[in-house]
Each structure stands twice: as C-alpha cells, then as structure tokens.
C-alpha cells in the first residue's frame, strides 16, 4: 500500500512516525525536492498511491482525477484551502487534518514576530551583521491596542498569551463571540488597533489599500495565517512611504517569496514556518498519520 509524503522535513525531528507507517505495511514515498510540490510533480511521485499525507501544495480536483487508486489524504496541518474538497468528497476521498497540533507554535511566533517589530530587534540585528552600531528605540508592548483578526483556536491563543504584558485586545471574528474579549467591527478594529495580526482560514483577499489607510498611522501589522489575505503590493506601498511602522509575514500569495518587501528594512519575513517548532511540528505529523491509518480502516483498506 503505498503512501506519498509532500511535506518537506516529514519524519526528521521524529522518525517514530514513519515506523509506525512500516509497522502497518505501508510503502512510503517522501517529497525528494526539500520544496513546495507542484501540481505535475504530485502526480508523478504520487502515482499508484491510497494515501496521501499533504502539505500546502496546490491539490485541485485535475490532480485528484489523474490519482485515481487515491483513497485518504491526511493533510499535517490546519490548513485545507489548498485541497479541492468538493472534488475530493465527489470521488469518495476521505479527508483528515490537525488543527490543534499547530496552535501553540503559531501564536508564540506571532508573540515572538510583535516583540521584534516595536522593538525593532530585527532591524538591530541586520545593521550589526554590516558594522553599524545603531541603537533605535522601540516601544513597549504593555498598554499596546492589539487587534486579533479571526479569533479560532490560534487567535484566542494569542491573546491568552499577550494579555500578561498588559495589552489591551479586541478582535473581529464574523463566526465567534468571546466573553470577556472585546469583539469590535473590522473597520473599528483596524482604526483602533496599534498591531494588528492575522489568524483567519479563509483565502479571500481581506486587507487591501483601503483597510492600511484605516489603520493607525505607524501600526504593525502580522500575517501567519493565509498568504492571500492581503494585497502585497499595497502593503509594500504603505512600508515604503512608512505610513505604516512595520510588518511580519510568514506567508505569501505566491511561495517561495521573491517579491520587493524583501527590499524593506521595516518588514520581518520568515519562510512560512508557523508550525516549525520541533515538539508542535511531531505531533501534527503524528496526528496526520493516526488520521490516516483511521481512514484507512474505515475503508476496509487495513
């Protein structure tokens, strides 16, 4: 039975999890490009296999017609924009993902990508390593306005974790209502807000120029949740004339990134690597082989 692997360290913090694949007779077949798959490259390497274990690529309902023996996709991570669902259900694809295994590793880098930008800690770091010896005052983040947009799992985390530094937080989120958490529209929010962050799973576009101008002049802003919910080329325009302070993205509409941001000193840019903590990123990869062997066995397959 074989079993493809797209994600690009599958196994390497924690090898138990392609022993238990072994354990259950399953042939494993692991991304060999140490990137992103694309849509061909998918279907070559995942020819002939039941199941998948997916990461972010792109899996449209054309790959899923031409994998046709595909039976379970466990997808490590939250995540499942990336996946034709209703093509998948339409061919009897049993679908599975981990949405609390990440929660911790996202909020504390979120936490982590906030403390960096008002203090200004990356910029700092960036002039030492050219010789310069610049000491730039940043703010504090006790009293900050935080603003949470989308407040599941991984937004009511960040706050739980930012309200010990004394951070007044308010979030919009359409689906949820939270006691003891303001709940604000998403016009307030962006008024009111010295940081705003990101935490939704949708892939519409969300901040575009209009909603940077209703943002604080000198606000943050912080994405680690969906790279297509802001338009990157007004968000470059807003750094570059420093209506806004500062930005940290973790995710982009297009990866690997190549776009100008990269040319700004005022913008943190990491490599799409929320979960990238070794104890979160072991057990989203156990979870999503549990939750593939349990398809399995649903489908009579073990």
Request: with cysteine.
């Amino acid at each position: 039975m074989k079993v493809t692997i797209t994600t690009t360290s599958f196994g390497k913090y924690d090898n138990s999890v392609l022993k238990l694949c072994e354990d259950k007779g399953l042939s494993i077949v692991l991304n060999p490009y140490s990137r992103k798959i694309l849509p061909d490259e998918l279907v070559e390497l995942a020819k002939d296999t039941i199941g998948l274990i997916a990461g972010t690529e792109t899996i449209s309902e054309e790959v899923l017609l031409r994998l046709p023996r595909l039976k379970v996709i466990s997808r490590c991570g939250a995540g499942m924009g990336n996946i034709d669902i209703k093509a998948a259900k339409k061919l009897n694809i049993a679908l599975f993902n981990t949405p609390d295994a990440p929660t911790g590793a996202v909020a504390e880098l979120t936490v982590c990508l906030i403390m960096s930008l008002i203090r200004k800690v990356f910029q700092m770091d960036r002039e030492i390593r050219k010789g310069q010896w610049n000491k730039k005052m940043g703010s504090l983040l006790n009293g900050k306005d935080i603003g949470i947009i989308g407040f599941g799992r991984i937004g009511s985390r960040v706050a739980e974790l930012l309200k010990p530094f004394g951070c007044n937080i308010a979030f919009y989120d359409p689906f949820v209502e939270a006691s003891g958490v303001t709940k604000l529209s998403m016009e307030d929010l962006l008024r009111w807000a010295d940081v705003v962050s990101i935490h939704v799973s949708g892939q519409d576009k969300i901040i575009g120029e209009k909603e940077l101008h209703m943002m604080k002049k000198g606000a943050w802003l912080v994405n680690v949740s969906r790279g297509g919910v802001i338009d990157e080329e007004a968000l470059y325009i807003s750094l570059k004339t420093q209506y806004l302070a500062g930005a940290a993205l973790d995710v982009f509409e297009h990866e690997p990134y190549i776009g100008p941001l990269k040319d700004l000193d005022n913008v943190i840019l990491t490599p799409h690597i929320g979960s990238y903590a070794r104890e979160a990123r072991a057990e989203m990869e156990r979870q999503a082989v549990e939750n593939l062997i349990k398809g399995f066995e649903r489908a009579g397959l073990l």
